[in-house]
């Protein structure tokens, strides 16, 4: 039998933890989790061994050892596992066994992230560090866990710490009861809006009778469209439909938001809890208030958003439409109000002709090489030989905890030190390497910014995503008197940071 895989299944220490709180039954939701896998990569299952005992040496874990004689079949290309712990942890002489067995009889370790190679000297590396970490750092399982919650919520099980309004979370356990007060709110809302009443009908009708949130607020109508388009009404749950993502950046600073995720990107299935209305109403209830308009127009309207900011505090200026005294509009970019910083506003266009002709001015120094762009190739070398230097480094600690040199807290305190400063280095290394650009390129790319700026048929969008990718940042000053003139010091991608102008007084 030619090219087969095993599936070891182990519970971990967290795990049986987890188990005690509620009906998680981690072997049964791995098992399931990892025959997608196999499915999805085409790697045929011949046995799978589950551990049932939760032993840390090899000696108590019968099912491992029948896993480990059996690599030794030429045929057997690898073993699926739920993650590299799984395997074994605890003592550095039982885990080196373990991959010096891999090694010798070329086997490979197939987890849900990452397929590894122990005969491929930085995947040997990223095993060991792995099967190490998880020993003393078996507490950090949040990553770990998130993919057991998803094959939880596909089981139906409703994972939210708070129940939804109109339902009760039975404690200690993924799964929520009908409220008897609120249900038959719901269901109300449900009913009101399958007639063609809109949100706000809804919100004043409950408020009139005296019913209040959970919270004991009144109901405004976003509440209630929360409600109507949740699925979990209609017996569905859903996990991972809300996340924190970065959206924007304001100035310097990243700005995060909960956002709803797209259709496929969360789990939507049917739940094991009771629904409040049936799906034939739920979507009559849909239907009634998807008629209704509700989306406000988001397109983008500022060409330089998320670019230009205050020379002086760092504060984003935002796009206004503002009426003059002859009622027609015109568009100005303005500082945020009730702060310290004295900012005048300008109109945009007057912006957008200043921002022209800074770039101008850049496009010709850079040719005429007033300006230096690109990097320093010795900084490059230099970077990597000390990049390469951390990973010794990092090497040698990891000897020097076997040889129990040093403890664990030292270990880790080191190994943090030494990462943190890679992780420096190479974003450093990075940003230098993506500055290769040719002079030549830089004075075409700006100057197709200028065209760009000044054609009207262009979208603010397109003009704002094509000076992101040049401009790293704009500052900007203005003169503080009636029609004073305005300063820009533009932060091109790629290139050392301008001199900042005199602030004009
Ligand atoms: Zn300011």
Redo the contacts with the bound molecule.
């Keep these: 039998m030619a090219g087969y895989y095993l599936m070891y299944l182990r519970k971990s220490r967290a795990d049986a933890e987890k188990e005690k709180y509620g009906k998680y039954e981690t072997l049964a939701v791995h098992e399931e989790q990892l025959t997608k896998l196999a499915r999805l990569e085409h790697l045929r299952v011949a046995e799978v061994y589950r551990e049932l005992v939760s032993g840390e040496t090899i000696e108590a874990r019968t099912e491992f050892k029948k896993v480990m004689e059996r690599i030794a079949d030429e045929d057997c290309e690898g073993v699926i596992v739920h993650a590299i712990d799984r395997l074994g942890r605890g003592d550095p002489v039982e885990y080196g066994w373990i991959l010096s067995c891999f090694r010798f009889t070329h086997t490979l370790i197939v987890t849900p992230g990452r397929t590894y190679d122990p005969d491929n000297a930085s995947d040997l590396q990223q095993l060991k560090l792995q099967m190490f970490v998880s020993n003393i750092e078996f507490d950090h399982i949040r990553e770990r866990l998130t993919g057991g919650s998803y094959a939880s919520a596909e089981r139906g099980n409703y994972l939210g710490s708070k129940p939804p309004y109109g339902y009760d979370k039975v404690a200690g356990k993924s799964a929520i009861v009908p409220n008897s007060r609120e249900a038959p709110v719901v269901r109300r809302i449900f009913s009101m809006a399958a007639d063609g009443a809109n949100k706000g009908e809804i919100a004043r009708s409950l408020n009139d009778s005296g019913i209040l949130t959970r919270h004991g607020k009144l109901w405004c109508s976003s509440r209630i469209g929360t409600i109507i388009s949740n699925p979990v009404y209609k017996g569905y749950v859903r996990y991972g439909y809300r996340r924190q993502r970065v959206v924007s950046r304001e100035g310097m600073t990243f700005v995060k938001q909960t956002k709803v995720s797209r259709d496929g990107e969360y789990v939507l299935t049917k739940g094991v809890h009771e629904p409040l209305v049936s799906e034939r109403e739920w979507r009559r209830a849909q239907g009634a208030f998807e008629a209704v308009p509700v989306q406000r127009d988001r397109t983008m309207k500022n060409p330089l958003s998320g670019l230009i900011?205050?020379?002086?505090?760092?504060?984003a200026l935002v796009r206004q439409v503002v009426k003059n005294r002859y009622g027609s509009k015109y568009e100005r970019l303005h500082?945020?109000y009730n702060?310290e910083?004295?900012?005048r506003s300008a109109d945009l266009g007057d912006i957008i002709d200043a921002l022209c002709e800074a770039l101008a001015q850049i496009a010709k120094d850079v040719e005429l090489g007033v300006k230096c762009c690109g990097a320093d190739p010795n900084e490059l070398e230099s970077l990597e030989r000390a990049i390469e230097e951390e990973d010794r480094k990092l090497d040698k600690l990891l000897e020097l905890y076997y040889a129990e040199a040093i403890t664990v807290g030292e270990f880790k305190q080191r190994r943090d030190a030494s990462e943190e400063l890679s992780r420096r280095l190479r974003e450093r290394h990075d940003d230098l390497a993506a500055r290769a650009a040719e002079p030549a390129e830089i004075v075409t790319t700006t100057r197709g910014a200028i065209r760009l700026l000044a054609d009207d048929s262009v979208s603010a969008e397109a003009k704002n995503s094509f000076l992101r990718r040049i401009i790293e940042r704009i500052d900007y000053w203005r003169e503080d008197r009636r029609g004073g003139r305005i300063r820009l010091v533009v932060h091109m991608r790629g290139m050392d940071p301008p001199q900042p102008p005199p602030t004009p007084s």
């Design positions: 900011v205050c020379g002086d505090c760092g504060r500082h945020a702060s910083c004295r900012c």
